[in-house]
């Protein structure tokens, strides 16, 4: 089994060189990203440990990259600490498992095996509506497979509301899931994203997949409207 371990940390990068080599995996290193995506794309890897924070190109980038050229290697995030990403966030682009920092290195090893016993994963899930489709790994949104670019909040918004397709979704948890926000003086700014929504995945197209439940809140209609 090869493996490659992108990791900035080069004393971290070694000793876990040495202790997968000593578990019988061969073993290859990059310290930066760009050189890890190019080793990605390059080697016919069957893992691949990916730190987070990288120079020159983050894991973040460096999974969606990967994911975009349909590249499934089984990819195992090392973030520094808890809580500095979201491990949504992670999974979200595409990679397969996630590790926080410092990680026991039994448990590392316990990870990699499982990756492993899965191989390469399925696409991840595209979220689907009609022919309203929206790729959170490669975060590309198409109508009738017309692009269509959307701002990273609109593309969070509609990615929350395809994820709860068919259910009324209110102002409030729109607030606290997409804004991070409970703020009941800012509830505007949700209807004025939902009307930038509509103008770009629902007028040009002649749809409303997005519809106003009066008095509790919005639905994505599980159809595409
Ligand atoms: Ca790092």
């Keep these: 089994m090869r493996v490659l371990v992108v990791e900035d940390e080069e004393r971290l990068a070694r000793a876990l060189q040495r202790g997968l080599q000593a578990e019988g995996f061969a073993v290859d290193l990059a310290h930066d990203g760009v050189t890890g995506l190019e080793r990605a794309r390059a080697g016919e890897y069957d893992a691949v440990l990916l730190d987070i924070m990288l120079p020159g190109l983050s894991g973040y980038r460096v999974v969606q990259a990967l994911r975009a050229e349909e590249n499934w290697v089984p990819i195992l995030l090392l973030s520094a600490k808890d809580g500095e990403y979201d491990q949504a966030d992670g999974l979200d682009v595409g990679a397969d498992d996630y590790l926080t920092k410092p990680f026991s290195y039994v448990v590392l090893l316990a990870r ?48 929350y509301l395809l994820r709860k397709a068919g259910a009324v979704v209110g102002k409030r948890e729109l607030l606290e899931h997409v804004w991070e926000s409970f703020d009941a003086t800012e509830a505007n700014v949700v209807e004025v994203y939902l009307g930038y929504l509509r103008r770009k995945i629902d007028t040009p197209f002649g749809r409303a997949a997005l519809t106003t439940v009066r008095g509790a809140g919005y639905r994505l209609e599980p159809d595409g409207g």
């Design 112 to 159: 990699l095996r499982a990756l492993l016993r899965r191989g390469a994963p399925e696409r991840p899930v595209v979220l689907v509506a009609g022919d309203l489709r929206l790729d959170p790994a490669t975060r590309r949104v198409t109508r009738a497979d017309t692009d269509i670019p959307l701002t990273a909040r609109e593309f969070a918004l509609l990615e």
